[in-house]
């Protein structure tokens, strides 16, 4: 069954190219060789400098994203500096000699009430 | 004509030679980029790839404090301050700076060096922190530099310095926690391949590029309460110079969950100058590399022993002489003078070795024959872990020492001698997790100083402990443990406690060996008690020693409980009977 349809439509196409004249536009503009290359070389440096416009963006981007790096990593530093100044101050012996805990008295035994 | 022809014959020798020309730059460029593309590739690779690494972070270790985790170990960046001499222009403006600045970290007759103008690299300070390095860089002195060096910082100084370690010079973890988990607190440097500039600025252009970023160590939180930490230590400093004594070791448990919430020993040190310490053993937590004979502490095992089976009562009886013979050896009473009929509990209180020797024997049905060692060895090593590693989370845990019934030097005078704690080596650890199961209703946690780790969100996710072993002894029998030991303690040693409170202990003193042989001049005083309400919510054991002297539990080491039992009864907020 597929091989009578596809032998009918092959004739069909051989029968529709036949009897038509195939008409081609020309163009009354005339390029030269010359001018030919020189669009060649137009496009060929209209896409080099397409490209160097990326590439260069792209590191721009890079110097920013190092900018916002070396900034995270000051402040990362500056926050741990920042944790070890208080842990230091307080710690269980900076709390015990400071001024405030000399001033304290120490606490007589606890009462407890019964509910 | 004649001129046309020379000038044909220019313009052909012009296109000739800027044929030759370019072929030459064709052929020196097919060369270049073609035949020796792998070599300018790999000289570009070398000159323009940069492969970095970025250091992991060093996981932090927290304490508990009242449930809350503190950081107790951090990591700090310093700075090592270097000078290169040849380009310095002001000398003295150098000098004066890094004195203003930097004066307590320098390094000795840094100026000296300043001037050493032959030379292109000294190091002038060392730790210098950030504040200063930004202060001595907003002077802009020409020839001066720093270097980031990541240190490890123990705010607390000695608190808890065995059981934390330190890292040394080479960044790796010595001892304790440091040591144990180094791999996990260490994490994984990541790696950045990148093509670069001249800053080593990293540039997203090029197929080769690699990021793969750090896997920071993680952060450990600890059982270790920081207070009954801080506490502990005060306590036994305190007992050790009241007594003269240069030795001691502290253990506080959480008997219901085998968590340890205070580890002590002195000497100590402190891990950020460890390089100072003179004395290695300073290093080791003797509360699980130093097992020793703890003595008559033991006597509550044996009598759990003999409870446990159905072999004696609190009450069952035997006739004391003060002495008692196994073998070929007798065996005697440390306190003399308690003869005639009496019964376990008066032997647990008077610490009385014969009865403990009579316990041993009653287990065998009248001697201590294979059936009794068998009995004492499957209570002491497998239900009480005596004598076998805790698998507690530090450097430098031993098994200690318990010797089977099957070894020749089992024989029934060594297990006489071990009902009342001597002839065996056991860690403190041991003997703590061990007493605890005796008073919790009878099952045996196995101790832990890790809590779990602490995620990026400040959540602590647990650590998975081991399985406990349940029916260790029957809840009756740890019931009347509970009571035998409250009793033992009430007898003599509770005029100092807290009333209200149920406070249990014992004893324990053995000789030391001296020279191979056992000696009274030197001994070791142990006390092992508990706390608590309604039951009981700490265990705290102590051991004392002191070179050439005669140390007891009951004089030198009790008391140390005592201060720190008193004090954990408010520290935990407990309430008072009645």
Redesign the interface.
């Known amino acids: 069954m597929s091989y009578y349809s596809s032998t009918t439509y092959a004739r069909r196409r051989t029968g529709m190219t036949r009897g038509y004249n195939s008409v081609a536009f020309t163009s009354s503009v005339k390029l030269g060789p010359v001018t030919h290359t020189v669009l060649v070389a137009l496009m060929i440096t209209v896409l080099g400098l397409i490209y160097l416009t990326q590439a260069t963006k792209a590191t721009s981007y890079d110097y920013e994203a190092q900018k916002i790096e070396t900034k995270i990593a000051e402040l990362s530093t500056e926050k741990t500096d920042l944790e070890v100044e208080n842990a230091r101050l307080t710690a269980l012996d900076s709390v015990r000699n400071s001024s405030v805990a000399r001033a304290m008295t120490s606490p007589g035994a606890p009462q407890h009430v019964s509910q | 004509m004649p001129f046309q022809s020379i000038s044909h014959s220019r313009i052909r020798m012009l296109i000739i030679a800027s044929v030759f020309l370019m072929a030459v730059f064709v052929v020196r460029l097919f060369y270049l980029q073609v035949i020796e593309h792998s070599k300018y590739s790999i000289l570009a690779d070398a000159e323009q790839v940069k492969r970095l690494t970025i250091p992991a972070t060093r996981g932090e270790i927290y304490m508990e404090d009242n449930g809350t985790p ?3 170990v ?4 310093v700075y090592t301050m270097f000078v290169d001499p040849k380009i310095i222009t002001d000398p003295e403006a150098v000098k004066d700076v890094i004195r203003e600045v930097a004066g307590g970290n320098t390094v000795d007759g840094f100026a000296k060096l300043v001037d050493k103008k032959d030379t292109r690299y000294q190091v002038v300070a060392k730790n210098v ?3 200063q390095a930004e202060l001595i860089k907003k002077k802009e002195l020409a020839g001066i530099g720093f270097q980031a060096v990541v240190r490890r ?1 123990y ?3 000695t ?1 808890a310095a065995q059981t934390l370690g330190f890292v040394n010079y080479d960044q790796k973890g010595q001892y304790g926690i440091e040591g144990r988990f180094d791999k996990q607190l260490r994490g994984k440097d990541g790696m950045l391949q990148s093509v670069t500039d001249v800053s080593n ?5 090029g197929n080769r590029n690699v990021n793969i970023p750090a896997q920071n160590g993680a952060n450990i939180v600890l059982t270790l309460d ?2 009954v930490q ?1 506490y502990t230590e005060k306590a036994l400093s305190d007992g050790l110079r009241k007594i003269g004594a240069t030795d001691g070791s502290v253990i506080v448990m959480d008997p219901n969950d085998g968590s340890v919430l205070a580890m002590a020993n002195f000497p100590t040190y402190n891990p950020s100058k460890f390089a100072k310490v003179t004395n290695a053993n300073a290093f080791n937590n003797a509360v699980v590399s130093d097992p020793y004979e703890p003595g008559s502490v033991v006597k509550t095992f044996t009598v759990a022993t003999g409870i446990n089976t159905n072999t004696i009562t609190p009450q069952s009886t035997y006739v004391n002489t003060d002495y008692i013979t196994i073998d070929d050896r007798t065996i005697t009473n440390a306190t003399k003078g308690q003869t005639g009929t009496i019964s376990i509990q008066h032997a647990l209180t008077w610490s009385l070795n014969t009865g403990m020797v009579t316990v041993a024997q009653r287990l065998g049905g009248g001697t201590i024959n294979r059936q009794a060692r068998n009995t004492m060895y499957s209570y002491f090593h497998d239900r009480f872990h005596l004598g076998q590693m805790t698998g507690i989370e530090t450097t430098g845990e031993v098994p200690g020492e318990l010797i089977p019934p099957t070894a020749v030097e089992g024989n029934a005078v060594r297990y006489s001698n071990m009902s009342f704690g001597q002839g065996m080596n056991p860690t403190m650890i041991q003997v703590a997790a061990g007493f605890s199961s005796l008073i919790n209703g009878g099952t045996y946690y196995y101790p832990t100083i890790i809590k779990g780790n602490l995620n990026d969100d400040g959540d602590i996710v647990p650590a998975k402990q081991k399985k406990p072993q349940e029916n260790v002894i029957n809840a009756s029998t740890s019931a009347t443990m509970r009571t035998m030991i409250l009793k033992a303690r009430r007898e003599f040693y509770a005029g100092n406690d ?1 009333k ?1 409170y149920d406070i249990g202990g014992k004893t324990g003193t053995s000789q030391d060996i001296v020279n191979g042989e056992y000696t009274f001049d030197e001994t070791t005083g142990t006390y092992i008690g508990f706390g608590g309400d309604t039951k009981p919510k700490y265990v705290i054991m102590v051991r004392v020693s002191s070179k050439g002297r005669a140390l007891n539990g009951g004089d030198h080491a009790l008391p140390i409980f005592t201060d720190i039992s008193n004090w954990m009864i ?1 520290y935990l907020k407990l ?2 009977k ?1």
């Open positions: 503190v950081k107790v951090l990591n700090e960046t922190t950030r504040r910082v705010p607390e100084g608190l600025v990293p540039l997203t252009i920081r207070n801080a807290r209200g408010d309430q008072p009645g």
